[in-house]
């Protein structure tokens, strides 16, 4: 039996809502496998083919050499791998990605300012000319530097402060394991 093509993934077709379904079922959401979708048609117009069995662990590596973001290298090498154990559950031959790993170099580590440089940040946020704004830009300076993320700190809105005992309490409604704003 032959699994859907590699180019129908994430369009309608019965084999394709199987391949839905086994994600759902493996706890995937809707948009990582609409996600994973896409990453397996760029792979498969990129390796010229929909046979799940010219997943052969060299092709991917030089597939994923060709990306030169690690998160996309993940992503890719994801997206194959749950293919291929979709694949194979519908009885496909298929190759083992298992010793594939993402290459180029380490993952970047995120840099923290020293204590010097976080002043600086401070002094320059105070030094708008208009009050206002210089108190707007001194409190988002301090929550970066508490670790909010960015879409965190947009996200927030003034009820999402509240003074309990004199005590000022942020409450983050959206953080990084969210949904997108407007879902």
Same mark, same amino acid.
């Given at each position: 039996? =032959? %699994? !859907?093509? *590699?180019?129908?993934?994430?369009?309608?077709?019965?084999?394709?809502?199987?391949?839905?379904?086994?994600?759902?079922?493996?706890? @995937?959401?809707?948009?990582?496998?609409?996600? @994973?979708?896409?990453?397996?048609?760029?792979?498969?117009?990129?390796?010229?083919?929909?046979? /799940? %069995?010219?997943?052969?662990? &060299?092709?991917?590596?030089? +597939? *994923?050499?060709?990306?030169?973001? /690690?998160? %996309?290298?993940?992503?890719?090498?994801?997206?194959?791998?749950? +293919?291929?154990?979709?694949?194979?559950?519908?009885?496909?031959?298929?190759?083992?990605?298992?010793?594939?790993?993402?290459?180029?170099?380490?993952? =970047?580590?995120?840099?923290? #300012?020293?204590?010097? %440089?976080?002043?600086?940040?401070?002094?320059?946020?105070?030094?708008? !000319?208009?009050?206002?704004?210089?108190?707007?830009?001194?409190? #988002?300076?301090?929550? #970066?530097?508490?670790?909010? =993320?960015?879409?965190?700190?947009?996200?927030?809105?003034?009820?999402? &402060?509240?003074?309990?005992?004199?005590?000022?309490?942020?409450?983050?409604?959206?953080?990084?394991?969210? /949904?997108?704003?407007?879902?």
């Amino acid at each position: 039996m =032959r %699994s !859907a093509p *590699l180019a129908l993934v994430g369009r309608v077709a019965a084999p394709t809502d199987r391949m839905g379904d086994f994600l759902a079922f493996g706890g @995937y959401s809707v948009t990582t496998a609409q996600t @994973y979708a896409a990453q397996l048609d760029r792979m498969a117009r990129w390796m010229g083919t929909d046979d /799940p %069995s010219a997943f052969e662990p &060299i092709r991917v590596a030089r +597939y *994923l050499d060709g990306l030169r973001a /690690p998160a %996309s290298q993940r992503l890719a090498l994801a997206a194959a791998r749950a +293919y291929l154990r979709y694949a194979k559950v519908v009885g496909e031959q298929v190759p083992d990605l298992a010793s594939l790993r993402r290459r180029g170099g380490p993952a =970047r580590l995120a840099r923290w #300012l020293d204590e010097d %440089s976080q002043r600086q940040l401070l002094v320059a946020a105070r030094s708008e !000319a208009d009050p206002f704004l210089a108190a707007r830009d001194e409190a #988002l300076v301090w929550l #970066l530097l508490f670790g909010l =993320r960015l879409a965190e700190v947009l996200d927030l809105a003034a009820d999402d &402060i509240r003074l309990q005992d004199g005590v000022p309490t942020l409450t983050v409604k959206r953080g990084k394991a969210s /949904p997108p704003c407007g879902q």
